[in-house]
């Protein structure tokens, strides 16, 4: 296999990277297929604390890390026998379908952007990003289906606390050898764009591929996503400021507002939009409600639920009992806390002895 035959869609999820997958992957050379997430257990094997298993990763990784020292090119040989296993898979599925090209989307790539750059140095690496309130309203709708506590739940905490911020901090150091594009540009450009894309690939654009559902139809696999993807045929412009609408409350928006803020003007700007037009957005929040015990806040939920404070798992736990069973679940709030927090106490105890 061609060291450059793989291509890399690399994204936050819900930035748009299925409809740029199978905008690709219409094309005569080009294939795709659900997100086959190959690179991940190897990619992050060497690194501390990435992988949880039964046979304790920690041993494992010390005992790889000790084998591969003796070695004169020491992990370099890893990624290249990691590479190895890869590219037989990759160039397998080319030969059994006839193409020359092979797109891999797995949106969390972006957690190993520094290995996958040294198993695979020549591939094409396409980053792709989407406005910051564009992509977290659609994690709202369709990751957590508007059940907000889980936004602090550990992958999609990651997501957003430290996505965009390791998209950039890779895209930077290998700029030279990447394609970056924004999901507003595809949509509104689409044929100007892809063919930019394909100049950087090395195919010819093919204008079919923005008709990309009658070449395509539904990608086989079960990581697909089931969303609004299907409902068109090319891409649409539908979805570009679909985000204010979605962002419908106080409590999506404080969490939103949070999200800006959290990213900064500095990141925002990097990947190319208008801080202070997004922090516009919010100017109708009020401050009694940003102070309000009623909310959820951005530093409890997202802060990793297993460094909450007493106070911020007591700060969570008033505002859902607040917002979703009123008077009520106040009185039973006061009657309940005492023994919530005996159980916070016994999780705590029990993690420190472990």
């Known amino acids: 296999m061609s060291k450059n035959n793989v291509v890399f869609i690399i994204s936050l999820p819900r930035s748009g990277s299925t409809m740029l997958q199978h ?20 990619a992050l094997s060497l690194k501390k604390g990435a992988i949880q298993s039964s046979y304790d990763h920690e041993i494992c990784r010390i005992a790889i890390t000790d084998f591969l020292d003796q070695l004169e090119n020491k992990e370099q040989e890893y990624y290249t026998a990691v590479r190895k296993m890869a590219s037989h898979l990759y160039e397998t599925f080319l030969k059994e379908n006839n193409k020359t090209f092979f797109i891999d989307k797995t949106s969390r790539y972006y957690q190993a952007l520094p290995e996958i750059f040294k198993i695979f140095p020549d591939a094409k690496f396409v980053f792709l990003v989407r406005n910051p ?14 059940n907000l506590s889980v936004l602090g739940e550990n992958g999609i905490r990651n997501d957003l606390m430290n996505g965009y911020k390791q998209l950039v901090s890779a895209y930077a150091e290998h700029q030279e050898k990447c394609h970056f594009v924004k999901y507003e540009d595809i949509v509104l450009n689409p044929y100007q764009e892809i063919q930019k894309l394909c100049n950087y690939i090395g195919v010819e654009f093919q204008e079919e591929m923005i008709q990309y559902q009658s070449k395509i139809g539904v990608l086989k696999g079960k990581l697909v996503d ?11 412009t539908d979805y570009l400021t679909a985000w204010k609408d979605k962002l419908d409350t106080t409590q999506k928006k404080i969490l939103a507002l949070g999200f800006v803020n959290h990213l900064g003007k500095e990141l925002i700007e990097q990947i190319g939009y208008n801080y202070e037009e997004l922090l516009s957005f919010f100017k109708d929040i009020e401050s009694k409600h940003l102070s309000s015990s009623r909310y959820m806040k951005w530093n409890d939920l997202l802060t990793a639920p297993a460094h909450r404070t007493l106070q911020q798992q007591n700060r969570l736990y008033y505002a859902l009992c607040r917002q979703k069973k009123g008077v009520g679940g106040m009185f039973r709030y006061y009657i309940k806390f005492p023994l919530y927090l005996l159980r916070l106490l016994k999780v705590k105890i029990q993690r420190n002895e472990a």
């Open 133 to 146: 309130l564009g992509t977290f309203s659609s994690f709202i709708t369709t990751m957590v289906r508007g």
């Open 23 to 42: 905008i690709l992957g219409s094309h005569s050379e080009m294939i795709a297929t659900a997100e086959p997430w190959i690179l991940f257990p190897q």
């Open 226 to 236: 089931p969303k609004s993807i299907h409902k068109h045929e090319k891409p649409v």
